[in-house]
């Protein structure tokens, strides 16, 4: 039977990559599988979360697949891109917000842009 993986970004520095996914996801490097060019990262209990791959490709600024990390209120959103900012997130200066959005849009220290999104204010219009 075929089933969903995980999601895999592709990154240019799998130390520097992994250690900022661990830090925002308080995530761990599983060492079963992981090699020169390839990190697993897992959860507490081990359940694969997140896969980096080293890559050479440019990063996409508007990329059709990204990953949304989820809080619960727009006080948690704004306490979560201040932490994510001060772990190597940036700012990639997206312009294309909705009049009132309920996600903020940073990048990842490879460029790869993702969003914290507000549940409590989801979805944007």
């Known amino acids: 039977m075929l089933r969903l993986g995980f999601p895999v970004l592709g990154v ?3 130390d520097r990559a992994a250690a900022f996914w661990r830090a925002a996801l308080d995530l761990q490097v599983s060492d079963e599988w992981s090699s020169a060019t ?3 990262l897992v959860t507490a209990d081990g359940g694969r979360a997140l896969g980096l791959m080293r890559s050479d490709s440019p990063v996409e600024a508007r990329p059709r697949l990204h990953l949304d990390l989820t809080v619960d209120t727009t006080a ?3 306490r979560e891109v201040d932490r994510l900012l ?3 997130a ?3 200066g997206w312009t294309d917000y909705p009049a009132e959005p309920d996600f ?3 990048a990842d220290p490879d460029g790869n842009v993702f969003c914290v999104v507000d ?3 989801a979805p944007s219009s």
Do not use: F
């Open 12 to 14: 240019t520095d799998l």
């Open 38 to 40: 390839w990190r697993t």
């Open 76 to 78: 948690e959103q704004a």
């Open 86 to 88: 001060g772990i190597g």
């Open 90 to 92: 940036t700012d990639p």
């Open 104 to 106: 903020v849009v940073l």
């Open 119 to 121: 549940l409590s204010r």
